[in-house]
């Protein structure tokens, strides 16, 4: 390109199509394409006897061809409004990039409900009536697939621009994405989520090489990998959320409301996606981070009148 006969991490800048331009520039179009698919049941019990509840499971696929970082993680961060869809290793080829959406969940069920509490409806006491009338108890209860993630080599694609955060990394030889996966529970994995040895680094050309058999290398420099995006799956989610509340009527028209909240109940260590790049082996594979905080309790007292 523009009259150049090798490739190298040197004259990188004088391969774009544009001269002058630098290798790495962002551009913003509307060609991505996506398809969502669901299967989703509902069970619902109206107030009876005091109870209520309402139970929701979508068996899902959202799959896409870039990466949605309108409120997905990319990157180890959120919300890029800016960058909008982001493709990885190779921008002409968008279509080698189809995957299940970042923000795909397979399995989702949430449960919520409320039971009224019986008092003693039988005591002469008044205070007994006061105290123990008007208690109840709401809960929502959310079990869902984990996020899906790519692995990445921050190192790759050198021959192409400056190293960035969206090339991939390559299979060992001889690996399959099913030696990825290691079993037990994922807080006996943070250390090594999945089996890192199934992921080595994209591609380094030597000086002297050649690119798909036909662009001499200069200087040597890396290529991009050849994994896909989204190719494994974190940690699932499992939240338990509850809150007790005491109405104690004053008057006719004023209440005493008192509310005691507690989030992540049973305490559950909810791990975030592990680190994902093969050119940091200090981190990858490991997970240093969690989507909900421990448990959390809180009370309010309220007068409404």
Do not use: C
Not at 62 to 86: H, N, Q, V, W
Not at 107 to 130: L, Y
Not at 172 to 180: H, N, P, Q
Not at 275 to 295: C, H, K, Q, Y
Request: proline content about 6%; overall charge neutral.
């Amino acid at each position: 390109m523009n009259e150049l006969t090798s490739n190298s991490v040197a004259n990188a800048p004088e391969r774009v199509p544009f001269v002058g331009l630098s290798p790495l520039i962002f551009r913003l179009e509307s060609s991505g394409n996506a398809i969502y698919n669901s299967l989703q049941a509902t069970l619902k019990k109206d107030m009876s006897h005091g109870l209520q509840f309402l139970a929701a499971y979508t068996f899902s696929k959202s799959i896409d061809d870039a990466g949605d970082s309108l409120g997905a993680a990319i990157g180890g961060s959120f919300g890029r409004p800016i960058f909008g869809e982001l493709v990885y290793n190779d921008q002409n080829n968008v279509a080698a990039q189809r995957s299940v959406s970042d923000f795909d969940r397979e399995h989702r069920f949430v449960i919520n409900g409320t039971w009224n509490v019986p008092g003693p409806e039988h005591a002469t006491s008044a205070a007994v009536q006061k105290l123990g009338n008007g208690w109840s108890i709401s809960y929502i209860v959310t079990l869902q697939s984990g996020l899906p993630f790519s692995i990445l080599d921050g190192a790759a694609g050198t021959l192409f621009g400056p190293a960035t955060t969206y090339t991939t990394a390559d299979l060992a030889v001889g690996a399959t994405l099913k030696d990825a996966r290691r079993g037990g529970s994922v807080s006996g994995r943070v250390n090594e989520f999945f089996n890192t040895k199934t992921f080595v680094p994209a591609p380094f050309v030597p000086d002297g090489g050649i690119i798909d058999g036909k662009y001499p290398v200069a200087g040597g420099g890396t290529i991009f990998g050849d994994l896909g995006r989204n190719i494994l799956r974190g940690p699932d989610q499992q939240d338990f959320d509850m809150a007790v509340i005491k109405t104690t009527p004053l008057t006719e028209r004023v209440k005493l409301i008192f509310r005691w909240e507690i989030f992540n109940l049973l305490n559950r260590p909810n791990f975030a996606n592990p680190s994902d790049d093969v050119s940091t082996p200090s981190t990858f594979g490991v997970i240093s981070a969690l989507t909900v905080n421990p448990r959390i309790m809180q009370y309010a007292l309220k007068l409404e009148f």
